[in-house]
Nanobody, 121 residues
Framework: VQLQASGGGLVQREGSLRLSCIASGSIFSISTMGWFRQAPGKQRELAASITSGGSTNYADSVKGRFTISRDNAKNTVYLQMNSLKPEDTAVYYC????????????????WGQGTQVTVSS
C-alpha cells in the first residue's frame, strides 16, 4: 500500500492551501486517516484525523483553521488549511490505519512521503 501526498507549497501568512493524499495498492479496508506535521527540530505531531465514519479530531493549534475530509470511495484524505501562520511551516505527512488483502487480520499504519508547507510572514 502506498500513500501519495500532494498540495504543499509556499504561501503568505493568512493564505490557504489544500493537501491531498491518495492511498493505493492492495487495500482491504481503511479506518482512520490523518495528517501529521513535523517542523524543523521538533517532534512529529498530529494535526488532524478522521475516521471512516467521518468523526474528526484536531490539534488545538489548528482548530477553526484546518478542515480534514475524506472520500472513502477514492481512499483519499484532504486537509484544507486556512488562515495559515508561519508556525504552521512543516513537512506534512498523511497516514492511514488499515488492512491489506495479503493479511486482512492485522491492522497496519501506512505513511506518505511528506509534503512541505512553508508560510512566510
Amino acid at each position: 500500500v502506498q500513500l501519495q501526498a500532494s498540495g504543499g507549497g509556499l504561501v503568505q501568512r493568512e493564505g490557504s492551501l489544500r493537501l491531498s493524499c491518495i492511498a493505493s495498492g492492495s487495500i482491504f479496508s481503511i479506518s482512520t486517516m490523518g495528517w501529521f506535521r513535523q517542523a524543523p527540530g521538533k517532534q512529529r505531531e498530529l494535526a488532524a484525523s478522521i475516521t471512516s465514519g467521518g468523526s474528526t479530531n484536531y490539534a488545538d493549534s489548528v482548530k477553526g483553521r484546518f478542515t480534514i475530509s475524506r472520500d472513502n470511495a477514492k481512499n483519499t484524505v484532504y486537509l484544507q488549511m486556512n488562515s495559515l501562520k508561519p508556525e504552521d511551516t512543516a513537512v506534512y505527512y498523511c497516514n492511514a490505519d488499515g488492512r491489506d488483502f495479503r493479511n486482512m487480520v492485522i491492522s497496519q499504519t501506512w505513511w506518505g512521503q511528506g509534503t512541505q508547507v512553508t508560510v512566510s510572514s
